[in-house]
């Protein structure tokens, strides 16, 4: 992708993560409190010009097929990472691209040296997440995962875990 279009793309889905509000997702599973999604202040353009070259992207990371869905339908998450002040912050968007009534649920799992961590939110429709983690490789931080379900229960149609980090 040339540099142009990556710019316009990285700063496509930082107005899309800034400009909506969150959905506030119920949280259904915490081993460890972490910071909730908050909505996040609207950047300048020199400030999301700035940001992008810290970005890493992960996803689109999607549940598994279940009553005959096409992928189409299928719920994904997908974001990205950055590094700032000694700490890891992420970002990003549940969809549920169907309209069965059904949640769509994203799991977020980390290690640092106390051991894993796990924490699962919701959604109906769409759910964005600003600066959730705040994770610090002083503190052990190595690794955080993704999963998304969809269906009537948080186990339901699991897609597989998704290294994001």
């Known amino acids: 992708m040339n540099p142009t279009r990556a710019l316009l793309a990285g700063a496509a889905l930082a107005g899309s993560l800034l ?5 506030a997702p119920a949280a ?4 460890v409190p972490a910071a909730a ?5 609207p950047l300048s353009a020199p400030a999301v010009s700035a940001a992008l070259g810290g970005k890493h992207f992960f996803g689109p990371y999607h549940s598994a097929f279940g009553g005959g869905e096409s992928f189409g339908k299928r719920s994904y998450f997908k974001g990205y990472w950055v590094k700032t ?4 912050w992420f970002y ?5 691209r169907d309209r069965d009534r059904h949640y769509s649920y994203v799991w977020f799992r980390w290690h640092d040296r106390s051991g894993h961590h796990t924490k699962v939110f919701k ?3 769409h759910a964005g997440f600003a600066e959730f983690g705040g994770f610090r490789t002083s503190k052990g931080f190595d690794d955080f995962k993704i ?3 969809e269906g009537t229960d948080k ?3 699991c897609g597989g875990w998704g290294d994001a980090f």
């Open 19 to 23: 400009a909506g509000g969150l959905a």
């Open 28 to 31: 259904t599973a915490a081993t």
């Open 37 to 41: 999604p908050v909505p996040a202040a």
């Open 85 to 88: 002040g000694g700490r890891y």
């Open 92 to 96: 990003g968007d549940l969809v549920d």
């Open 123 to 125: 959604t109906f429709r």
């Open 147 to 149: 999963r998304v379900c």
């Open 155 to 157: 186990f339901d149609d």
